[in-house]
């Protein structure tokens, strides 16, 4: 966990004055975007992405497709229907580069791809890239018939040397660290000569639901995938290859991206409403209605979206995150302003995530005057009356959003380096100080 002396910029957070009563519409999903882009680009024609997220993530995921000869045409929808992205398969060829910055599904799910493109493709990425773990991808690539070159590193950077199919079969992999190790071999199955059958030894397998969702988005494009949720072997997911469909999706709001707004509500003893929440979805940021309800507010889906209401009380929370590890910041923040302490648990990997996600929330929640203790897996949270100060972020989205809900109780908190939010909300600040005026996106 280093400090990026070039990010010295600071962004007030702003105080709340009062409780938020705003509507928020929150734009697509970051992780439903980038596995709509890849089955788009993998399957047998052409395909549609509505109301794409446009975020860092995004575009590098994007920029990767193309630059291994996917057709992606950007453009926009008739009467407000937002961006339509229309995604055109064709062979993939190297050599071609690709940048992953520090996206967790851009460096997991293209070396699949690559491994099918015709050449050599370089992976190189943000210097965090280089510490997060892909071991899980590279060797159940090389036991699957594929060749890369990563120096012995078990990391980025590489280069895979893509011979234009891959043998697939049966792979055994620990993915306790990232469940997108899964995730990417299953997203490319179809289309190895005999499938995938992925099997997870390790003990714990964190962010089910994005599993899940790489289940269900498969299904959806004509995949055949047997799992252990639909009845199969505990740990075995099986694709069978073939043909992927081109469609027409809708992408979902992130509602991981919801949750600084619902938190405000929360902090404030205000209103929120997020319109388009879906009525079902394996989106882990689902989960925020319960959490969020035991914490101390209230919500209904009614036709106008999710209706979130704080109390004005804030309890903490016992809780495993480990299905909904990317809330935890979130969860942190609002935990460090309750009437009683927290404990948060099943989330040791998110030491690997954009930062050390443990460390970072000790050191910056403590240095406003908090108290918190890591735990072998977890945070325990202890609140106290917090003061002003700079709160560093390690170009981590979820840290400067997690320090702006701080900033909504907190007189003087600064965040350093706000922009890093682009890696999946591009206008967060924009969008926080309009809704505390009451214009957030409405
Ligand atoms: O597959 C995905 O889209 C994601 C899976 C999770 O990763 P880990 O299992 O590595 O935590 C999550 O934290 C990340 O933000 C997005
Ligand atoms: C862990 C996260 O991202 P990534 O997709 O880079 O793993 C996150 O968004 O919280």
Redesign the pocket.
């Given at each position: 966990m280093t400090e990026n002396p070039a990010h010295t910029t600071l962004w007030p957070a702003p105080h709340a004055s009062g409780a938020t009563d705003t509507t928020v519409h929150v734009p697509g999903s970051?992780?439903v975007t980038?596995?709509a882009l890849v089955l788009a680009a993998l399957a047998a024609e052409p395909g549609w992405i509505r109301r794409p997220l446009r975020s860092r993530d995004t575009l590098l995921m994007a920029g990767a497709l193309r630059a291994l000869g996917v057709g992606i045409e950007e453009g926009v929808g008739p009467d407000g229907s937002g961006e339509v992205w229309r995604v055109i398969p064709s062979g993939l060829a190297g050599p071609a580069t690709v940048d992953v910055g520090n996206a967790?599904?851009v460096m997991r799910f293209l070396p699949p791809v690559a491994t099918l493109a015709d050449g050599d493709i370089r992976f190189d990425g943000d210097p965090r890239s280089y510490e997060r773990p892909l071991h899980g991808v590279i060797d159940a690539l090389r036991a699957l018939g594929a060749r890369i070159d990563d120096q012995g590193r078990g990391a980025l950077p590489l280069t895979v040397h893509g011979g234009g199919a891959l043998d697939g079969g049966t792979v055994e992999i620990d993915a306790s660290?990232?469940?997108?190790f899964v995730?990417a071999l299953l997203l490319s199955g179809p289309r190895f000569n005999q499938g995938v059958e992925v099997r997870h030894t390790g003990e714990r397998l964190?962010?089910m639901p994005?599993i899940r969702?790489?289940v269900d988005m498969l299904r959806a494009v004509g995949v055949q995938v047997d799992e252990p949720e639909t009845g199969g072997e505990p740990n075995v997911w099986r694709v069978t290859p073939g043909a992927l469909l081109g469609r027409d999706l809708v992408i979902e709001p992130d509602l991981?991206n919801a949750q600084p707004f619902l938190a405000a509500a929360l902090v404030t003893g205000g209103r929120v409403v997020i319109p388009d929440w879906p009525a079902h979805t394996t989106q882990?940021g689902d989960a925020l209605r319960e959490i969020f309800t035991e914490m101390g507010g209230s919500c209904e889906l009614t036709e106008q979206g999710l209706v979130f209401t704080g109390s004005g009380q804030i309890h903490g929370i016992d809780i495993d995150l480990g299905e909904v590890?990317?809330l935890t910041p979130g969860i942190a923040a609002v935990a460090a302003l309750a009437d009683s302490p927290s404990t948060l648990r099943g989330v040791a990997?998110?030491r690997l995530?954009e930062t050390d996600r443990l460390a970072a929330l000790t050191k910056e929640i403590n240095e406003l005057g908090g108290d918190v203790t890591e735990t072998a897996d977890g945070l325990h949270i202890r609140p106290r009356r917090l003061h002003g100060g700079i709160f560093h972020t390690y170009d981590d989205h979820r840290m400067a959003t997690a320090g702006a809900v701080l900033g909504l109780a907190v007189d003087g908190v600064q965040i350093e380096n706000v922009a890093t939010t682009a890696k999946t909300l591009p206008d967060f600040p924009a969008m926080w100080t309009g809704m505390l005026t009451g214009a957030a996106g409405a």
């Open positions: 970051k992780s980038n596995r967790g599904t660290s990232s469940s997108q995730s964190p962010s994005h969702m790489t991981s882990p590890g990317e990997h998110l995530h």
